[in-house]
C-alpha cells in the first residue's frame, strides 16, 4: 500500500497543515492511518469523510455530518452530502490533502467522484494533494461504455468507462493530464505509487469492506455488472445478508431459482423492495469458467427479457449509472450482448489508448 510507505511521504507532510481524505480502508497494517500519523507528530487540522463516513458505517444515501473524531481529536467535515467539493472556509487551515481511500474500479463508485473534486479545490485553492495509492481489485477490466458529458453526475464525474482498469493514483494522474478539472487547471500532485510487483493482473483481496454493501470478494467483483440494476426495478440485495451477489423483484417470473426479501439492516435501513419477496438469482457461486474479474450486461438483458412489467423496469437513474443514453435503447430493442459491446468499442478503443499514458503499473 501506498499508505505504509511512511518514508516516501512523511517529508512531504513535515511543517505542514495536513488534511486527511479517508475512510475506514485507510489503513497501515491494522492501524487507521489518522492514528499512524498523528503517532508520528503530523499537524492533522482535518479529516473530510467520504459516502459513509470517516469510519465506513453510514448507509447508502445518508447524510454525513460535521463533528470530531473522539480518538484523535480532529475536525471531521463532510465531503459527501449538500457539499462535495471542499469550499475555501473547509480548506483555510489545510495546506496538503492526503488521499487515501479504497477504489473497486468503477466509473460509479462514488470515491473517485470525492477523489475529483479534492483536487479541484486544491487547484483552485493552491493546496497540495498527495495520493497513497492502493490496488483495484477489478484492475484487470477495461470495459463498458463510456461516460456522456449529458448525463455527468456524482456517479459519473468524468470520461470513463464503467470499468476503468485503473488505481486511484494512475486515475488521479489522468485527471489532472487530461485536464478535467474546472477550467483545465491541474493540482499539486504526487502520487506514492504501489511497491512489490504489482500489476493490474495481481489478485487482491480486500482486508475490509470498501463500503457498506460490498462485504467479499464476490460481491465487489459482481458490482460493475450489478450496479446497473440500481436504475430499474430489481434489487441488488441491499438489506439481505449477500448484497451484490443476488438479483431479483417482484416483477420477475416466480419460477425464478431463487427468492429473497429485503428487509432494514444496518447498511441499509430502508432497501429498495423492502418487505417484497423478490424472484431472481443467487450469483454467489461464480459460474464454471467464470473469469475472477469481469462486466456483462447478460444479467441485465435477461431480467429486462422477463420482466412481466417491462414499462416499469427502468428508473430514471438509469442513464446516470451507464453514462449513455443508448444501453437502455438497445436493451429495450432486444440487442445481443455482442451487438452491444461492439457498440462500446470506438469510445474504449480511444479510452484504452489514453489510458496507457498515465499508468504506473504494468498489465500482467
Given at each position: 500500500?501506498?499508505?505504509?510507505?511512511?518514508?516516501a511521504?512523511?517529508?512531504l507532510?513535515?511543517?505542514?497543515?495536513v488534511?486527511?481524505?479517508?475512510?475506514q480502508?485507510?489503513?497501515?497494517?491494522?492501524?487507521?492511518?489518522?492514528?499512524?500519523?498523528?503517532?508520528?507528530?503530523v499537524n492533522l487540522?482535518?479529516?473530510?469523510?467520504?459516502?459513509?463516513?470517516?469510519?465506513?458505517?453510514?448507509?447508502?444515501?445518508a447524510?454525513?455530518?460535521?463533528g470530531r473524531?473522539?480518538?484523535?481529536?480532529?475536525s471531521?467535515?463532510?465531503?459527501?452530502?449538500?457539499?462535495?467539493?471542499?469550499t475555501?472556509?473547509?480548506?483555510?487551515?489545510?495546506?496538503?490533502?492526503?488521499f487515501?481511500?479504497?477504489?473497486?474500479g468503477t466509473?460509479?463508485y462514488?470515491f473517485?467522484?470525492?477523489?475529483?473534486?479534492?483536487?479541484?479545490a486544491?487547484?483552485e485553492?493552491?493546496?497540495?494533494?498527495?495520493?497513497l495509492?492502493?490496488?483495484?481489485?477489478?484492475?484487470?477490466?477495461?470495459?463498458?461504455?463510456?461516460?456522456?458529458?449529458?448525463?455527468?453526475?456524482?456517479?459519473g464525474?468524468?470520461p470513463?468507462p464503467?470499468?476503468?482498469?485503473?488505481?486511484?493514483?494512475?486515475?488521479?494522474?489522468m485527471?489532472n493530464?487530461?485536464?478535467?478539472?474546472?477550467?483545465g487547471?491541474?493540482?499539486?500532485?504526487?502520487v506514492?505509487?504501489?511497491?512489490?510487483?504489482?500489476?493490474?493482473?495481481t489478485?487482491?483481496?480486500?482486508p475490509?469492506?470498501p463500503?457498506?454493501?460490498l462485504?467479499?470478494a464476490r460481491?465487489?467483483?459482481l458490482?460493475p455488472?450489478?450496479?446497473?440494476?440500481?436504475g430499474?426495478?430489481?434489487?441488488?440485495?441491499?438489506?439481505t445478508?449477500?448484497?451484490?451477489?443476488v438479483?431479483g423483484?417482484?416483477?420477475q417470473?416466480?419460477?425464478?431459482?431463487?427468492?429473497?426479501?429485503?428487509?432494514?439492516?444496518?447498511?441499509s435501513p430502508?432497501?429498495?423492495?423492502?418487505?417484497q419477496?423478490?424472484?431472481?438469482?443467487?450469483?454467489?457461486?461464480?459460474?464454471p469458467?467464470?473469469?475472477?474479474?469481469?462486466?456483462t450486461?447478460?444479467?441485465?438483458?435477461?431480467?429486462?427479457?422477463?420482466?412481466?412489467d417491462?414499462p416499469?423496469?427502468?428508473?430514471?437513474y438509469?442513464e446516470?449509472?451507464a453514462?449513455?443514453?443508448?444501453?437502455?435503447?438497445?436493451?429495450?430493442?432486444?440487442?445481443?450482448?455482442?451487438?452491444?459491446?461492439?457498440s462500446?468499442?470506438?469510445?474504449?478503443?480511444?479510452?484504452?489508448?489514453?489510458?496507457?499514458?498515465?499508468?504506473?503499473?504494468?498489465?500482467r
Amino acid at each position: 500500500m501506498g499508505a505504509a510507505q511512511l518514508p516516501a511521504y512523511l517529508p512531504l507532510l513535515a511543517g505542514q497543515r495536513v488534511g486527511l481524505v479517508v475512510n475506514q480502508s485507510s489503513l497501515v497494517g491494522r492501524t487507521h492511518l489518522v492514528d499512524t500519523l498523528k503517532s508520528r507528530g503530523v499537524n492533522l487540522t482535518a479529516i473530510f469523510a467520504p459516502e459513509h463516513g470517516f469510519r465506513g458505517e453510514a448507509a447508502d444515501g445518508a447524510t454525513i455530518a460535521d463533528g470530531r473524531d473522539a480518538r484523535s481529536g480532529v475536525s471531521v467535515r463532510s465531503v459527501y452530502g449538500k457539499t462535495k467539493k471542499p469550499t475555501p472556509e473547509m480548506l483555510a487551515d489545510v495546506d496538503v490533502l492526503v488521499f487515501d481511500i479504497q477504489d473497486v474500479g468503477t466509473r460509479f463508485y462514488t470515491f473517485i467522484s470525492t477523489l475529483h473534486y479534492v483536487m479541484e479545490a486544491a487547484a483552485e485553492q493552491g493546496k497540495k494533494v498527495v495520493v497513497l495509492d492502493r490496488p483495484n481489485p477489478n484492475g484487470a477490466v477495461v470495459d463498458g461504455p463510456v461516460l456522456d458529458a449529458r448525463h455527468r453526475s456524482f456517479v459519473g464525474l468524468d470520461p470513463l468507462p464503467i470499468c476503468h482498469g485503473l488505481t486511484v493514483g494512475e486515475l488521479a494522474r489522468m485527471i489532472n493530464g487530461e485536464k478535467w478539472l474546472a477550467g483545465g487547471q491541474p493540482c499539486a500532485l504526487t502520487v506514492i505509487a504501489l511497491k512489490g510487483g504489482y500489476t493490474h493482473a495481481t489478485p487482491y483481496r480486500l482486508p475490509v469492506r470498501p463500503s457498506p454493501n460490498l462485504p467479499t470478494a464476490r460481491a465487489v467483483a459482481l458490482y460493475p455488472s450489478l450496479c446497473l440494476f440500481e436504475g430499474t426495478n430489481v434489487s441488488v440485495g441491499r438489506g439481505t445478508d449477500r448484497p451484490f451477489e443476488v438479483a431479483g423483484a417482484p416483477t420477475q417470473p416466480a419460477t425464478r431459482p431463487y427468492q429473497f426479501t429485503p428487509r432494514p439492516n444496518a447498511g441499509s435501513p430502508t432497501p429498495p423492495l423492502n418487505g417484497q419477496l423478490c424472484y431472481g438469482l443467487d450469483l454467489h457461486q461464480p459460474a464454471p469458467g467464470e473469469p475472477a474479474q469481469f462486466f456483462t450486461v447478460k444479467y441485465l438483458l435477461d431480467f429486462y427479457q422477463r420482466s412481466t412489467d417491462k414499462p416499469h423496469f427502468f428508473t430514471k437513474y438509469f442513464e446516470q449509472l451507464a453514462g449513455t443514453d443508448s444501453l437502455r435503447t438497445q436493451v429495450v430493442a432486444g440487442r445481443s450482448e455482442s451487438y452491444i459491446r461492439a457498440s462500446w468499442q470506438p469510445g474504449l478503443t480511444k479510452f484504452k489508448a489514453l489510458r496507457k499514458k498515465y499508468l504506473l503499473y504494468s498489465e500482467r
